[in-house]
């Protein structure tokens, strides 16, 4: 018996709707695009490289335009036979000091053979080596540092690296960074010799509005969706969500792909409204739940104790309330509880992404303030979650009431 057929009503493509998908194409993206090229021009001159900054929130398209703008650049630059160009891309999310990043440059640009350990050097004695290897690439080199605010106030390197030549280390190399980013408040923490350096083209990429993301997703349906798997209004809502939500391209993506994974499940083609709105409850419960997943210990404490009071009916609660249960639950878990104001500040992060409302109140005339919460997401799902941490809270007294 067949169990696997393929998909003959929804999808033609659905890898042109995934994250890693390459467009041919960048769509609502005109004016950042002649600012990057303009920015880009030097290195096509065969001058030095300007330094470009790009920033902006997760999902508007900064590593997409910039991947089409490179590709387009290294096809371009096969023109003029006294450039030649070499893009190295490093993601910096797990590196947070200049040293960090300048090793793993290193062992970007040497062969397997030759990789260095990233820790135990001197921090100069890495940046010579980095100097070493972009010499013997010569010609131009663009290094792409993708998350770079990782690397904090450590930033030593988005000064080196850009001036390396100007200062005599590099001679027969043109080094360009491009550093992006979508921490805004990164910009502002560089010490102001490396704003100088780095942002001498910044490029701001803002959140999409609604007609933007449709713009975006029709460019992609047609590849990835088969003739009439799309009913009217399905892009409009994708789009109108994700504009009022995020204002990402992903997010708008990634609906459409959920709605379409809905209807071909439910064997229910072609795609309407319904299934989108379905996926949008489906990706933010995925969401929830994944920030539920990644609390510290004594976060996944507290939201214990919190569910176990919802449960009984006792939320919404204050502080004074929850204590006891976490307390509870810290005993049963065989961890030594913290002090009531150190949990405190675990409810205030349940608050902060959205897991808790937190509502200010007045003790009545003679009392001062306080602060009251209660779940902000159905008590069903903080229940799944909380039954996949067995290993925090073994079966016993709480984890049999949840
Ligand atoms: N203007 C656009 N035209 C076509 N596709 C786009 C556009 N902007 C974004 N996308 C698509 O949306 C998705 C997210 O975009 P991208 O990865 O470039 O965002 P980003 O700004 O780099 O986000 P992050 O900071 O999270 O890395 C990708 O699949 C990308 O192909």
């Not at 999808?11 to 390459?22: C, G, I, S, T, V």
């Not at 260095?116 to 010569?138: K, R």
């Not at 073994?394 to 009431?401: G, H, S, Y």
């Amino acid at each position: 018996m067949t169990r696997f057929t393929r998909d003959t009503e929804i999808f033609r493509d659905e890898d042109m709707l995934r994250e890693d998908y390459q467009p041919d194409s960048i769509a609502a993206r005109d004016e950042e695009l002649e600012a990057y090229e303009n920015a880009l021009q030097p290195v096509i001159n065969g001058a030095q490289p300007r330094n470009i900054f790009l920033y902006g929130k997760a999902g508007v398209g900064k590593t997409a335009v910039t991947r089409f703008l490179l590709s387009h650049l290294k096809q371009d630059v096969e023109a003029y036979d006294d450039v030649d160009l070499s893009v190295y891309w490093l993601n910096c999310t797990n590196f947070s000091s200049s040293y960090q990043v300048a090793a793993n440059l290193v062992n970007l640009l040497r062969p397997a053979s030759q990789q260095i350990s990233t820790t135990g050097y001197p921090q100069q004695t890495v940046f010579d080596m980095l100097y070493s290897e972009l010499e013997s690439i010569g010609g131009t080199v663009l290094l792409v540092l993708d998350e770079i605010d990782h690397i904090g106030q450590d930033d030593d390197i988005l000064y080196e690296l850009p001036r390396a030549r100007s200062n005599g280390y590099l001679d027969s190399v043109k080094p360009g960074v491009v550093g992006i980013s979508n921490d805004f408040g990164f910009r502002e923490t560089l010490s102001p010799k490396v704003k100088d350096t780095l942002c001498e083209e910044e490029i701001h990429f803002p959140p999409y509005q609604a007609p933007e993301l449709e713009s975006i997703l029709k460019q992609r349906v047609d590849g990835a969706l088969r003739e009439d798997a799309l009913s009217t209004g399905v892009l409009q809502l994708c789009a109108a969500i994700a504009a009022q939500d995020t204002g990402s391209a992903r997010q708008a993506l990634d609906l459409l792909y959920k709605a379409g994974d809905i209807a071909r499940t439910e064997g229910d083609p072609p795609i309407v409204e319904d299934h989108v709105r379905a996926a949008s409850q489906a990706l933010e419960r995925g969401q929830i739940r994944h920030g539920m997943r990644e609390l510290t210990h004594h976060g996944h404490l507290t939201l214990i104790a919190t569910l176990s009071l919802a449960l009984e009916d006792e939320m919404p609660a204050r502080v004074r309330e929850i204590y006891p249960e976490y307390r509870t639950v810290a005993d049963h878990s065989g961890t030594d509880p913290l002090v009531r104001r150190r949990m405190h500040d675990h409810l205030a992060d349940l608050a902060m992404v959205g897991i808790l409302q937190r509502t200010v109140r007045n003790e009545g005339r003679a009392g001062g303030q306080y602060h009251e919460y209660e779940f902000d997401v159905p008590l069903d799902l903080v229940r799944d979650v909380v039954r996949e941490l067995e290993d925090i809270v073994p079966p016993d007294r709480v984890a049999r009431r949840i």
